[in-house]
């Protein structure tokens, strides 16, 4: 069993489940990550091994740390629902779904004739017992900015009533963002990976779930997006692939970083 710090800033070329094995437990305050699911792209002949890493996840994060799961499903005789099983999987090992965000992004297939065009992902906020970071996002613009209102109850008949000796509250411009995130994908040749991650979905998931220092983990990484936003928004970052091409980019990337 290695140190923390053997990882902390480094990526690491090699099989996820083996890395996460020489982790300390409880030693990781978040995981933002995306799997290779349901053969929806090429990754070079890769593939994971789930509930391994699902068990080897839930081992090292630390109490009140969250796991950010990015996932969809694909289409065969039906939809998979691979994401509700593997969200399923991670409620039975004892993590807690805390919440449920919808990424719509932009919509680059062609449109399926027998069913609704497919223009999200999900994004599965799992959590060992209570998060103990959530920085709610809050830039949803307020349609009754600058009124005041009261708090209200609803009776057994189902009408409204104001609530008796409650505060009147002035609509501020800016309310909590909805779990509804429209977030434009990346071009898919923009770093020669099948499904780069977007900048903007990291940084907000980032911002959302941990504070600064603390450290950040991709054990699926790609062509390291989850390094860069965590490395702008001064935490640490660990990021793990097993294709040294990845890795080679991920480096470079955050190389370019330092540079700018």
Known sequence: MKYPDDFINKIICGDCLEVMKEMPDESIDMVLTSPPYDDLRDYKGYTFNFEGIAKELNRIIKQGG??????K???KDGKTLTSFKQALHFQAIGLNCHDIIIWEKDAFSFPDKTRYRDVFEYV???AKGKPKIINIIKDRKNKWVGSIVHGTSRGKDGETFKKS???????????????IWQIPSEKNNLYNHPAPFPLKLANDCINSWSNKGAIVLDCMMGSGTTCISAKQSNRKYIGIDISQEYCDIANERLRQEILL
């Open 66 to 71: 969250v796991i950010v799961w990015v996932v």
């Open 73 to 75: 499903d694909s289409v």
């Open 124 to 126: 599965f906020i799992f």
């Open 165 to 179: 000796n409650h505060n009147r509250t002035n609509v501020k411009e800016y309310g909590a963002r909805y779990n």
